[in-house]
């Protein structure tokens, strides 16, 4: 129910048109000025890693964001996480997409045409997001970055409020959907504490309308509020949803929020450690997934990082998941290169050759092999799916690559009917 236009262009250009000098980086939860947003963006590049936040005063962000859609290099797309994988899906001629989220007309204009938005969900004003991006080895005054990201804000309230859910949910008996994806909770922590806690109280109540014979993928994104994170865990969405879908910072986030394995750890440093990353995703299939004990739908998560991909279900649900993980890999290593195959002179290999499976269990080791790309293991009736990604060199575009993998993830994976 997230959807937007998104205005992609180079963060230190945006920042140097509106006349920001360098500054040393500080996280901020949400963004007040001009100042809160050059810190911020700082913080991040400094460590090459993506964020996204509020924005919170409406006639600055209008400023910006008119600076930013008027700057000669910036690139206007569909944006959105629920907008970005209606997308991918629907570049599949046999799928009709029905997709709901505040639409404006520059939005209208570019999906594609196997997307159908209710009239519910049409607005006159477009919501704009502005992603900074930046290139590894790209200086900012002393901040150099070590890998290509970007940084995404916006002053979006409708997406904020989860304006669409309802429509969304009341379209479905007319659209008779065979998968329902849903993204966009991430955009509450815009709201006050109460407001956020009652929309999603609304939302559950929503999510618990769709017909269960209908598998459901949650596709997480960006956060800073523990309490809120630890609210969709424990409480209320992932007991609804069969699949979720979500990156390295998502991760570590979710452990830390809901007190799992290695929440003590501040960071990823480099590439995310494979046994610490299967851990998490063990646990939270144990605790918050589907078992003989416990009534929630969860059956499935679909990780990725920029050097790996993991596939975990709980034994008996999913099926075809080494095509499923293979086939995200390979829309991780096209998309980015912007190419229709995966060319490999363009992309290198940047995943572990050799890596355990846990470090909370008596782990085995696993080498890969360049023959088999996708390895697999099992632990108490959860199967694991890895497999490394061909990551490019140079990146044409990053945004929506994780919603591009998770669409594509989701086009092959099979669910069983229980």
């Known amino acids: 129910v997230n959807t937007c236009v ?137 901040v150099r970055a070590p890998a290509a990201n970007r940084f995404i804000f916006s002053h979006d309230l409708s997406n904020g409020a989860l304006n669409m859910l309802e429509v969304f949910v009341s379209s479905l008996d007319e659209f008779q959907p065979d998968l329902v994806v849903l993204s966009g909770l991430h955009m509450m922590e815009g709201q006050s504490k109460e407001m956020r806690q009652r929309r999603l109280m609304e939302a559950v109540a929503s999510i618990s309308d769709i017909p269960t014979d209908i598998p459901i993928h949650l596709e997480l994104a960006s956060m800073t509020d523990q309490d809120f994170m630890s609210n969709i865990v424990h409480q209320q969405v992932f007991p609804l949803v069969n699949s979720i879908g979500l990156n390295e910072q998502e991760l570590l986030f979710l452990t830390q929020s809901a007190s799992g394995p290695h929440a003590s750890l501040a960071s990823w440093s480099g590439i995310p450690d494979v046994g610490v990353v299967s851990d998490i995703l063990f646990w939270i299939l144990k605790e918050h997934g589907r078992t003989a004990e416990r009534a929630s739908d969860l059956t499935r998560i679909h990780f990725h990082t920029l050097a790996y991909h993991i ?108």
């Open 6 to 142: 998104d205005v992609v262009l180079s963060g230190v250009k945006l920042l140097e048109a509106l006349g920001l000098e360098p500054s040393d980086g500080k996280n901020h939860a949400v963004l007040n000025s001009g100042q809160d947003l050059k810190e911020a963006f700082a913080y991040f590049m400094e460590r090459g890693a993506a964020a996204e936040r509020f924005f919170s005063d409406a006639k600055a962000f209008q400023d910006i964001a008119r600076t930013a859609s008027e700057h000669p290099s910036a690139q206007l797309y569909v944006g959105g996480n629920a907008a970005l994988i209606g997308q991918k899906l629907a570049t599949n001629p046999d799928l009709k997409i029905l997709l709901c989220g505040p639409v404006g007309p520059k939005l209208h204009e570019l999906l594609n045409d196997n997307v159908v938005v209710p009239p519910q969900s049409m607005q006159e004003r477009d919501e704009f997001h502005l992603i900074l991006e930046y290139q590894a080895g790209e200086q900012w005054g002393r």
């Open 311 to 418: 596939l975990v279900t709980v034994d008996g649900h999913w099926g075809n998941q080494v095509a499923a993980v293979a086939a995200g890999a390979r829309a991780a290593g096209t998309q980015a290169c912007a190419t229709d195959t995966i060319d490999t002179s363009k992309v290198f290999l940047k995943a572990p050759l050799e890596f355990v499976t846990s470090h909370t269990e008596a782990p085995s080791k696993i080498s890969l092999n360049p023959d088999e790309p996708v390895v697999q293991w099992h632990r108490e009736g959860i199967s694991f799916h890895f497999t490394p990604v061909l990551v490019c060199k140079d990146p044409v575009r990053t945004v929506g690559l994780g919603d591009a993998i998770s669409a594509e993830g989701l086009l092959y994976s099979e669910v069983y009917p229980q």
